[in-house]
């Protein structure tokens, strides 16, 4: 092997231990980027879930109550107790307002203290998988396209149930 | 006979090395003041961190023979366990019962609820049982730390289930928490070497 054989040889692998440092340099630096399904989280989460059956059940006994009060009025009408068919309206109208003013605001005390609670777990597992960046998809165009590898919905939904049981 | 001898040596080496271990007093309190054992458990609410120990009866009996104090050592029961959860802010530096507040005589409505309304919100679960809360106590401290205690008591049914603390702080609103205990790691509770 003369001398000039030498030198490339020497040059060739002088090269190849900067790129292979060059790409291993990139590869440190790159940002683990993922992406969830907000609306799907959101639904699946317990929590949500047990307040959603908390709604339900305070919603049928306020049903109830306006009904029997509905049955009243109509009994009272047809006895034609205009004054008191008349009051007992008033009444109706004024519970029914209430009711859904209190059931609006107990909705968003509600959702306020869901996502509190899925930011939370959000931030904790983020930090447990080395995530850099996660995205939050609300189909409000925010977000319009990512591969499928990069969903991880499902796994953030397992960890904020599981965190949730206390477990 | 030579191989049944060497048999039960290895036998018996293996289940002592897989029984619960005895430790002294102090290092049952190391013991079960290392989060790694399970029986730490903490969430973070929106700027509210809350650490929930379980002590087990070991703890009280290790405290007892370390103090010398033979009254708690002769009330001590195996059944008694007793909770403490530890609210602190995530900044360590805001006093939990301002966090948050919007006006001035919040901390005040505060101290009152964790002293007369917590203990209504705290359910504690034993497999399929509920527990009663018993002694619970508050503890303020006032400026020295920004955080706040609650302890309380409670009798457990059986070791083999587990125990989960159910509560809500409604000063916070936080919602409701869950800390669950497994049974696997109750059953591996150390006992004290006396």
Known sequence: ?167 | MQVNKFLVLGLSLLFIGCSKSNLSPKEMITWLEDKENGLIKQEIIDGAKYTVTLHPSQYLEARAIIENDSFMLANCNDQNCSIIVKMEPTDNQTQFLKLGVVQKEEPFGRINYYMNGFQNDIKILNGDDTLTVENLIYERLYNVSPAQLILFGFKVKNFNNSIKVIFEDRAINTGKMQFEFSSDVLTSIPRIKI
């Open chain 1, 1 to 167: 092997m003369n001398r000039l054989h030498k030198n490339i040889l020497a040059l060739s692998l002088l090269i190849s231990l900067i790129s292979l440092g060059v790409t291993m340099k990139l590869l440190m630096n790159e940002k683990k980027t993922y992406f969830i399904n907000n609306g799907k989280l959101y639904e699946g989460f317990t929590l949500k879930v047990e307040y959603e059956n908390q709604l339900k059940n305070l919603r049928i006994q306020r049903k109830n109550m306006l009904d029997s009060v509905e049955l009243t009025i109509r009994q009272l009408s047809a006895q034609s107790r205009e004054e008191e068919s008349k009051v007992a309206q008033e009444y109706y109208f004024e519970k029914a307002k209430k009711f859904e003013e209190e059931e609006a605001s107990l909705l968003d005390e509600y959702n306020a203290q869901i996502w509190k609670r899925l930011n939370q777990y959000a931030i904790e597992f983020c930090k447990e998988r080395n995530i850099d960046i996660m995205f939050g998809a609300n189909g409000s165009g925010t977000l319009l396209h990512a591969s499928e590898s990069m969903d991880l919905t499902n796994d953030l939904l397992a960890y904020s149930n599981k965190k949730y049981a206390g477990k």
